[in-house]
Protein backbone atom coordinates (compact mmCIF):
# COMPACT_ATOMS: atom_id res chain seq x y z
CA UNK A 1 0.00 0.00 0.00
CA UNK A 2 1.01 3.56 -0.70
CA UNK A 3 1.98 5.52 2.24
CA UNK A 4 -0.14 8.61 0.86
CA UNK A 5 -1.17 11.05 3.60
CA UNK A 6 -4.43 11.65 2.95
CA UNK A 7 -5.32 14.02 5.97
CA UNK A 8 -2.25 16.35 4.89
CA UNK A 9 -4.22 17.02 1.38
CA UNK A 10 -7.15 19.97 1.57
CA UNK A 11 -10.31 19.97 -1.23
CA UNK A 12 -9.91 23.39 -2.68
CA UNK A 13 -12.16 26.42 -1.45
CA UNK A 14 -15.28 27.09 -3.86
CA UNK A 15 -14.21 30.87 -5.13
CA UNK A 16 -17.46 32.94 -4.73
CA UNK A 17 -19.38 34.35 -7.63
CA UNK A 18 -19.43 38.60 -8.52
CA UNK A 19 -20.33 40.04 -11.44
CA UNK A 20 -17.55 41.16 -13.88
CA UNK A 21 -17.72 44.87 -15.43
CA UNK A 22 -19.00 43.70 -18.74
CA UNK A 23 -22.38 42.07 -17.39
CA UNK A 24 -22.85 45.83 -15.16
CA UNK A 25 -22.44 47.33 -18.68
CA UNK A 26 -24.48 45.22 -20.30
CA UNK A 27 -27.53 45.62 -17.59
CA UNK A 28 -26.97 49.84 -17.77
CA UNK A 29 -27.50 49.68 -21.49
CA UNK A 30 -30.97 47.37 -21.50
CA UNK A 31 -31.99 50.08 -18.76
CA UNK A 32 -31.13 53.07 -20.61
CA UNK A 33 -32.88 51.36 -23.81
CA UNK A 34 -36.02 50.84 -21.98
CA UNK A 35 -35.94 54.44 -20.77
CA UNK A 36 -35.16 55.79 -24.01
CA UNK A 37 -38.09 54.11 -25.42
CA UNK A 38 -40.55 54.95 -22.57
CA UNK A 39 -39.37 58.52 -23.62
CA UNK A 40 -40.88 58.01 -27.30
CA UNK A 41 -43.55 56.42 -26.14
CA UNK A 42 -44.80 59.01 -23.98
CA UNK A 43 -43.81 61.83 -26.86
CA UNK A 44 -45.78 59.75 -29.89
CA UNK A 45 -49.13 59.95 -27.15
CA UNK A 46 -48.84 63.59 -26.12
CA UNK A 47 -46.86 65.34 -28.71
CA UNK A 48 -47.52 68.69 -26.50
CA UNK A 49 -46.34 67.44 -23.45
CA UNK A 50 -42.92 69.17 -21.67
CA UNK A 51 -40.84 66.69 -22.81
CA UNK A 52 -41.34 66.84 -26.25
CA UNK A 53 -38.40 69.11 -27.27
CA UNK A 54 -40.25 69.48 -31.04
CA UNK A 55 -43.59 70.05 -30.07
CA UNK A 56 -45.86 70.68 -33.07
CA UNK A 57 -46.65 74.13 -34.54
CA UNK A 58 -50.29 75.03 -33.71
CA UNK A 59 -52.42 76.11 -36.46
CA UNK A 60 -52.65 79.57 -38.59
CA UNK A 61 -55.68 80.69 -38.44
CA UNK A 62 -55.41 83.24 -40.60
CA UNK A 63 -54.26 80.65 -43.66
CA UNK A 64 -56.68 80.55 -46.53
CA UNK A 65 -59.50 77.34 -46.05
CA UNK A 66 -58.12 74.46 -48.26
CA UNK A 67 -59.88 73.75 -51.47
CA UNK A 68 -62.24 70.80 -51.79
CA UNK A 69 -61.62 69.39 -54.90
CA UNK A 70 -65.11 69.28 -56.39
CA UNK A 71 -65.38 65.90 -59.28
CA UNK A 72 -66.07 66.96 -62.67
CA UNK A 73 -70.09 66.22 -63.89
CA UNK A 74 -70.62 64.87 -67.30
CA UNK A 75 -73.39 66.41 -69.17
CA UNK A 76 -76.29 64.72 -69.28
CA UNK A 77 -77.30 63.05 -72.36
CA UNK A 78 -78.39 64.58 -75.38
CA UNK A 79 -81.80 63.64 -76.31
CA UNK A 80 -82.41 63.55 -79.88
CA UNK A 81 -85.65 65.88 -80.28
CA UNK A 82 -87.90 64.29 -83.73
CA UNK A 83 -88.62 67.26 -86.33
CA UNK A 84 -91.82 67.22 -87.66
CA UNK A 85 -90.98 66.52 -91.25
CA UNK A 86 -95.01 67.35 -92.46
CA UNK A 87 -94.00 71.06 -92.27
CA UNK A 88 -94.26 72.49 -95.66
CA UNK A 89 -90.82 74.55 -95.76
CA UNK A 90 -91.11 78.29 -96.63
CA UNK A 91 -89.43 78.62 -99.99
CA UNK A 92 -86.91 82.15 -100.37
CA UNK A 93 -88.02 84.72 -102.82
CA UNK A 94 -86.66 84.05 -105.87
CA UNK A 95 -84.08 86.68 -107.29
CA UNK A 96 -85.16 88.08 -110.74
CA UNK A 97 -82.87 89.19 -112.79
CA UNK A 98 -82.82 92.64 -114.51
CA UNK A 99 -83.25 92.63 -118.29
CA UNK A 100 -80.23 93.57 -120.08
CA UNK A 101 -80.21 96.13 -123.20
CA UNK A 102 -80.57 94.80 -126.55
CA UNK A 103 -77.96 96.28 -128.89
CA UNK A 104 -79.28 97.55 -131.54
CA UNK A 105 -77.06 97.88 -134.93
CA UNK A 106 -77.64 101.05 -136.61
CA UNK A 107 -75.04 99.56 -139.34
CA UNK A 108 -77.39 97.92 -141.92
CA UNK A 109 -75.96 94.89 -142.48
CA UNK A 110 -75.04 94.11 -146.15
CA UNK A 111 -77.07 91.75 -148.42
CA UNK A 112 -75.68 88.65 -149.37
CA UNK A 113 -74.40 88.91 -153.15
CA UNK A 114 -75.87 86.04 -155.19
CA UNK A 115 -74.08 83.95 -157.75
CA UNK A 116 -73.68 85.31 -161.29
CA UNK A 117 -75.88 82.26 -162.32
CA UNK A 118 -78.79 80.11 -161.53
CA UNK A 119 -79.17 76.60 -162.21
CA UNK A 120 -82.40 73.78 -162.78
CA UNK A 121 -81.78 69.95 -162.58
CA UNK A 122 -83.95 67.52 -164.25
CA UNK A 123 -83.16 63.81 -164.89
CA UNK A 124 -84.69 62.36 -168.59
CA UNK A 125 -83.89 59.98 -171.16
CA UNK A 126 -80.47 60.02 -172.50
CA UNK A 127 -81.81 58.08 -175.80
CA UNK A 128 -83.24 61.84 -176.61
CA UNK A 129 -79.48 63.02 -176.93
CA UNK A 130 -78.00 59.60 -177.80
CA UNK A 131 -80.56 57.84 -179.54
CA UNK A 132 -78.09 54.78 -180.80
CA UNK A 133 -77.22 53.85 -177.14
CA UNK A 134 -80.32 53.33 -175.61
CA UNK A 135 -79.78 52.41 -171.92
CA UNK A 136 -75.99 51.85 -172.22
CA UNK A 137 -74.99 55.29 -170.95
CA UNK A 138 -75.04 58.14 -168.20
CA UNK A 139 -73.56 61.35 -167.82
CA UNK A 140 -74.36 65.18 -167.13
CA UNK A 141 -75.14 68.09 -169.68
CA UNK A 142 -76.50 70.64 -170.26
CA UNK A 143 -76.61 74.55 -171.23
CA UNK A 144 -75.24 77.84 -170.28
CA UNK A 145 -77.21 81.03 -171.48
CA UNK A 146 -77.50 84.68 -170.67
CA UNK A 147 -80.13 86.88 -169.12
CA UNK A 148 -81.67 87.19 -172.51
CA UNK A 149 -81.59 83.04 -173.29
CA UNK A 150 -78.56 83.86 -175.49
CA UNK A 151 -76.17 81.15 -175.54
CA UNK A 152 -72.79 81.80 -173.59
CA UNK A 153 -70.00 79.82 -175.43
CA UNK A 154 -66.72 79.03 -174.34
CA UNK A 155 -67.57 78.89 -170.70
CA UNK A 156 -65.74 76.26 -168.23
CA UNK A 157 -67.67 74.31 -166.27
CA UNK A 158 -66.32 71.61 -163.58
CA UNK A 159 -67.43 68.17 -162.27
CA UNK A 160 -66.34 67.41 -159.12
CA UNK A 161 -66.79 64.11 -156.45
CA UNK A 162 -67.56 60.45 -156.48
CA UNK A 163 -69.05 57.77 -159.35
CA UNK A 164 -68.74 54.31 -159.31
CA UNK A 165 -65.88 54.22 -156.41
CA UNK A 166 -63.99 56.64 -158.43
CA UNK A 167 -63.15 60.54 -157.92
CA UNK A 168 -64.12 63.09 -160.54
CA UNK A 169 -62.60 66.14 -161.04
CA UNK A 170 -63.06 66.94 -164.94
CA UNK A 171 -63.40 70.75 -166.75
CA UNK A 172 -65.09 70.76 -169.90
CA UNK A 173 -66.55 73.98 -171.78
CA UNK A 174 -69.47 75.09 -173.18
CA UNK A 175 -70.50 74.75 -177.19
CA UNK A 176 -68.27 71.39 -177.42
CA UNK A 177 -71.84 69.33 -176.79
CA UNK A 178 -74.17 71.22 -179.53
CA UNK A 179 -76.41 68.19 -179.28
CA UNK A 180 -78.03 69.87 -176.49
CA UNK A 181 -78.05 73.42 -177.97
CA UNK A 182 -75.12 76.25 -179.20
CA UNK A 183 -74.08 76.29 -175.71
CA UNK A 184 -74.30 72.45 -174.94
CA UNK A 185 -71.71 70.39 -172.42
CA UNK A 186 -71.13 67.51 -171.62
CA UNK A 187 -69.31 64.84 -169.09
CA UNK A 188 -70.07 61.14 -169.74
CA UNK A 189 -70.08 59.22 -166.50
CA UNK A 190 -70.21 55.40 -167.66
CA UNK A 191 -72.33 52.39 -169.55
CA UNK A 192 -73.96 51.40 -167.01
CA UNK A 193 -76.57 53.44 -165.05
CA UNK A 194 -75.57 53.56 -161.33
CA UNK A 195 -77.49 55.21 -158.38
CA UNK A 196 -75.95 57.74 -155.98
CA UNK A 197 -77.36 60.81 -154.18
CA UNK A 198 -75.17 63.92 -153.66
CA UNK A 199 -71.99 62.71 -154.43
CA UNK A 200 -71.11 64.93 -157.59
CA UNK A 201 -71.52 68.59 -157.76
CA UNK A 202 -70.82 70.95 -161.11
CA UNK A 203 -69.97 74.13 -161.40
CA UNK A 204 -69.33 77.17 -163.91
CA UNK A 205 -66.28 78.91 -163.44
CA UNK A 206 -64.47 82.39 -164.97
CA UNK A 207 -61.53 82.71 -166.50
CA UNK A 208 -59.37 82.72 -164.09
CA UNK A 209 -60.83 80.00 -162.29
CA UNK A 210 -63.84 81.78 -160.26
CA UNK A 211 -66.74 80.47 -159.34
CA UNK A 212 -70.11 81.60 -161.46
CA UNK A 213 -72.94 79.68 -159.56
CA UNK A 214 -73.15 78.06 -156.58
CA UNK A 215 -72.33 74.19 -155.61
CA UNK A 216 -74.85 71.72 -158.00
CA UNK A 217 -75.32 68.65 -156.26
CA UNK A 218 -77.02 65.88 -158.95
CA UNK A 219 -78.01 62.65 -158.06
CA UNK A 220 -77.55 59.60 -160.53
CA UNK A 221 -80.25 56.87 -161.72
CA UNK A 222 -80.15 53.20 -162.33
CA UNK A 223 -83.81 54.07 -164.02
CA UNK A 224 -83.16 54.42 -167.70
CA UNK A 225 -85.30 57.15 -167.87
CA UNK A 226 -83.19 59.21 -165.62
CA UNK A 227 -80.05 58.16 -166.58
CA UNK A 228 -78.79 61.75 -168.14
CA UNK A 229 -78.81 64.33 -165.55
CA UNK A 230 -79.54 68.11 -167.39
CA UNK A 231 -78.07 71.08 -165.85
CA UNK A 232 -79.28 74.40 -167.23
CA UNK A 233 -77.66 77.72 -166.38
CA UNK A 234 -78.92 80.89 -166.74
CA UNK A 235 -77.07 84.26 -165.47
CA UNK A 236 -79.15 86.64 -163.35
CA UNK A 237 -80.40 89.78 -164.79
Known sequence: MSNYNYEGSRAPKKQSSRLELWDLLSILTLIVSICIGLYFVAIFLMPNSAFNPFPPSPPNLNLPPTPTITAIQLQPTWTLTPVNVTETPTLLPTFTLEPSPTLVSLVTPSKTPKAPFLSTVTYIDSTIIHPD???????????????????????????????????????TVSSIAPAYGKSGY??????????????????????VGQPLSDNVYIDTFKDCSKNLALVRFKKNP
Not at 153 to 169: A, D, Q, S, W
Request: glycine content about 14%; hydrophobic content about 40%.
Open 133 to 171: LGCNWQGVGGTIVDANNADMLRITIRLVGFYNGKTKNEL
Open 186 to 207: EFFLGTVPLSSRGELYIQILDQ
